[in-house]
T-cell receptor, first 112, second 113 residues
Framework: DAGVTQSPTHLIKTRGQQVTLRCSPKSGHDTVSWYQQALGQGPQFIFQ???????QRGNFPDRFSGHQFPNYSSELNVNALLLGDSALYLC???????????FGDGTRLSIL | SQQGEEDPQALSIQEGENATMNCSYK?????LQWYRQNSGRGLVHLILIRSNEREKHSGRLRVTLDTSKKSSSLLITASRAADTASYFC?????????????FGKGTKLSVKP
């Protein structure tokens, strides 16, 4: 039974570019949340998707957007990349929004 | 902003010793969770304690919650080198939803063989 899978594992971009990160939730899970984890910090909530809609959003600018597909997989898009967007981006899934989450191993995004 | 604050920021112990990490939070909660993160990996859910519980055990883990002091502690007994990781406490942000968690900065635990 595959857990949460994220792709790619590492990515290098330059300032101003756009990036798309992908997440497949654990089998049986229908809710996906995205977190940003800067080096040496705890994860910060970006947003949560359920039934293909953004249900909750953290304190992140509109440059961060997402999507959830009918198969429950999800994408995180970041436009106009800034140096400060360099971080580990974590995807977490659960069955409904009130169950403990399972995390993927993340995508390490580096902005040059 | 971060709700939980773990203490200490770093902890180094010998194998076989016990490790205690503390977490303080700011607002009322209905549950608190602890997660482990190995270097460069995702987070692994360890234990959830509800606001009406004072203590919970899972294997070598013991978690306490004091809602009057807005604090929690995680005790790992008989530590092993494999316990080396960062440990985070997390609380739900909106109405108890587990999908929107606020994490502290974590405690980095190093267990020496």
């Amino acid at each position: 039974d595959a857990g949460v899978t994220q792709s790619p594992t590492h990515l290098i971009k330059t300032r101003g570019q756009q990036v798309t990160l992908r997440c497949s939730p654990k089998s049986g899970h229908d809710t996906v949340s995205w977190y940003q984890q800067a080096l040496g910090q705890g994860p910060q909530f970006i947003f949560q998707y359920y039934e293909e809609e953004e249900r909750q959003r953290g304190n992140f600018p509109d440059r961060f957007s997402g999507h959830q597909f009918p198969n429950y997989s999800s994408e995180l898009n970041v436009n106009a990349l800034l140096l400060g967007d360099s971080a580990l981006y974590l995807c977490a899934s659960s069955f409904r929004e009130n169950q403990p989450q399972h995390f993927g191993d993340g995508t390490r995004l580096s902005i040059l | 902003s971060q709700q939980g604050e773990e203490d200490p920021q770093a902890l180094s112990i010998q194998e076989g010793e016990n490790a205690t990490m503390n977490c303080s939070y700011k607002t009322s909660i209905n549950n608190l969770q602890w997660y482990r993160q190995n270097s460069g990996r995702g987070l692994v859910h360890l234990i959830l304690i509800r606001s009406n519980e004072r203590e919970k055990h899972s294997g070598r883990l013991r978690v306490t919650l004091d809602t009057s002091k807005k604090s929690s502690s995680l005790l790992i007994t008989a530590s092993r080198a494999a316990d080396t990781a960062s440990y985070f406490c997390a609380t739900p942000n909106y109405g108890g939803s587990q999908g929107n968690l606020i994490f502290g900065k974590g405690t980095k635990l190093s267990v020496k063989p």
